[in-house]
C-alpha cells in the first residue's frame, strides 16, 4: 500500500487546485474521483477572483489559452427589459477585471490534468465510502465494489455535492437559506448581444422577482440557460421540467424575443436542495473544501470562487501543519472563509428581498458605490476597503433606506 502525504476527495477545482499548490510545495497527492472524466457539473459563470486564484498558482495561462468565453460582468435585466450593467472592470483597482464562462466539463478537466501535469496521482471511477479518523485511513470503493485502504497524513474533502465527510461524520447542519431549484439547458441560435457586451452573464428578473434566470454564452455558440425559483413555484404548476422552462421562458418579454429562434441541445436538469451548511471546516487530520463547506445560492456565481478561495487556503495550512509548524485552523481557515461567504450571504438575502434591484435601477448611484459593487460580484469579498465588506446588511439596508427617501421625496 502506498503511503500519501495527503488524500483528496473529488477531482473538481477545489482539488485540483489544492492538489496543485501541494505538489509544488514538494508533498505527494492522491486524488480519488468517483467519476470518468470529463463529467458534467453546474457552475458554469466564473467571477474574476478565479483568475487572480489561478494566477498566483501559477496556472492562468493553462487557462487563457483553452479559448473559454471572456466574461467582462454580469446584466440584470427585469419585467420592462430594463438592463443595468455591473462591469467588473470598475471595481477598486483590483488587477482582475475579467473572468471566463466555461463548460465545467472542460474547465474542470484542465484543472485536473494540471494536477496530473505536477505529479497527483489521480483514480477515477472510485469513491470514498468510509473514514477512519483515528488511524486516518480512507476506505474507497471500486466500480467491481473492491474495498480499498488508503493511509495518509491529511484528508482533504473536496467532494462538492457529494459531501463525504460531512455526512461521514455527521457536520451537516441545515441551511438557513430557502428551499429553490433550478432546472436548465443549453441552446444554441438565440440572438447574442453585440460584441461590445459579448461574454456577459444575464441574470433576468421574472414574475416581480419570484423566479430568476442566468443565461451564460459560450464561446462555441452554445448557451446555457436556467431558472431558479422556489420549489412550490415549480411544483404548483403541475408541468414537466420541460414544460415549465418553455413556458416560463416565453412570458418573459426579453427572454421570449432572445430565444424565440433557439434550439435546445441537451437535456432538461434540475437541481434542487443544494444549498448546505456545516458545523466546522476542520478537525484532527482533515479539512474541507469547496462546496463540501458551505453552498448559498447560484445568483452571484460565487462557487467556484470560493471553491478555489478555500482550496487555495487550505493547502497552505496543509503545508504549514505537515512541515511541523502550529496552525490555527479556526482563525486562519474557519474565520476567514466566513468572513467572504458572509458578504455573499448578506448580497443573496437582500436579492431574494427585492433589496439589490432596488439598488442596481437606483438612478443616482455614486461612482463609489457602483465600485464596491462591481468589485463584491467580482469576487473580492475579502477586501476591507469596501463599503460593504464589513457589517454589509446594515449598509446594504442603510443604501435601500436612502433611495426610498429620495424616491418619497419626489
Ligand atoms: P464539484 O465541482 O462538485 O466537484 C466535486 C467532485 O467530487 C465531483 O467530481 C464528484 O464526482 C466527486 N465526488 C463526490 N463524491 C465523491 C466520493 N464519495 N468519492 C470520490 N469522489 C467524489 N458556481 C459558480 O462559480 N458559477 C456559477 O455560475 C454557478 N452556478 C450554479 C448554478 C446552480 C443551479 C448551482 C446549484 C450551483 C452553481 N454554482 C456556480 C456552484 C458550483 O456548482 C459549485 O460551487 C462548484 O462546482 C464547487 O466545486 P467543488 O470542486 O467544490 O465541487
Known sequence: M???DVLIIGGGPSGSIAAIKLLKAGFNVIILEKLEFPRFVIGESL???CNQILDEI???NDIEKQGFMLKPGAIFINEEKEEEIIDFRNNLGQKWGTSFQVKREEFDNVLLETAKKYGADVIHKIEVVDYNNEENEIIAEDENGNKIVYKTRFVLDASGYGRVLPKLLDLDIPSDLKLRNAILTRMTGETRRDKDKEGFIDIVIHDDNKAWFWGIPFSDGVTSIGIVCEE???LDTNLSKEEFLLKQINEHKYLKEKYKNAKQVAPVRIINGYSAAIKKMYGKGYALSGNATEFLDPVFSSGVTLALESSSKVASLIIKELNGEEVNWKKDYEDYMMIGINVFREFVYA???GKLR????APNKSKQIEKSIASILSGYVWDESNY???NTKQKIDALVSLI???VNAK
Open 404 to 406: 426610498d427617501s429620495e
Open 232 to 234: 412550490s413555484y415549480f
Open 47 to 49: 467571477l474574476p477572483k
Open 2 to 4: 502506498k503511503n500519501y
Open 58 to 60: 501559477g496556472i492562468i
Open 358 to 361: 432596488k439598488i442596481f435601477y
Open 351 to 353: 436579492w431574494y428581498e
Open 388 to 390: 460593504f465588506v464589513k
